[in-house]
C-alpha cells in the first residue's frame, strides 16, 4: 500500500494540529467577556491565515503529485464517501477562514491582525454590517460540518486499520 509524499504528510498534519487548535482557542473563548476574548481570539485568527494559505498549499501540491492509490479492499460506496469527505474537508479549509475574515473585516473596527509577532495582516474591507453578520453566522455555522467531518475523518482510518486490518494510518503518518 502506498504511502504519502513527506511534503503531503506535513501538509496534513501541520493544517490538522492547527485546526484542532483553533477549535480549542474558540471554545476558550465562548463564554468570556470581550476584553478577556481577545487574548484567545488573536491566535485564532493569526492560524485560520495559516490554515488557508496551508490548504491553498496543500491543493496546489496534490493537484500536482498524485495522491498513493486506494487500497483494492477500498472501492465503490468507500472509495466516494472518502472522496467527498476530503472534498468538503478543503472546501471548509478554505471558506472557514475566509469567513472568519469577512466577519472581522466587515464589521468597521478590524484592527490588523498580529501574525505571531512577525508581522500584521491589514483585515479590514471596509464596513458592512449585513455582510459581517452574514459571514459570522455562516462561521459559527460551519464549525459543526467541520467537527463532523473529523469525526468522520478519524473513524474511517480506525475502521480501515483496524478492522479491515488495512495499514491506512501508516499511509499518512510522518
Known sequence: MGKYSKIAILFHWAIALLIGANIL?????????????????????AIGISILVLTVGRILWRLSHRPPALPYKVAGLQAKAGLTVHMLFYVLMIVMPLTGWLMIGAN?????????????????????TMLSGFAHESHEFLATPLLILIGLHVLGALKHQFIDKMPFIQRMWP
Open 25 to 45: 482557542l474558540a471554545n476558550l473563548a465562548e463564554d468570556l467577556p470581550k476584553a478577556a476574548r481577545a487574548t484567545y481570539m488573536s491566535p485564532h485568527k
Open 108 to 128: 468597521g473596527k478590524a484592527a490588523p491582525v498580529d501574525f505571531f509577532g512577525l508581522f500584521t495582516v491589514d483585515m479590514a474591507i471596509g464596513k458592512n
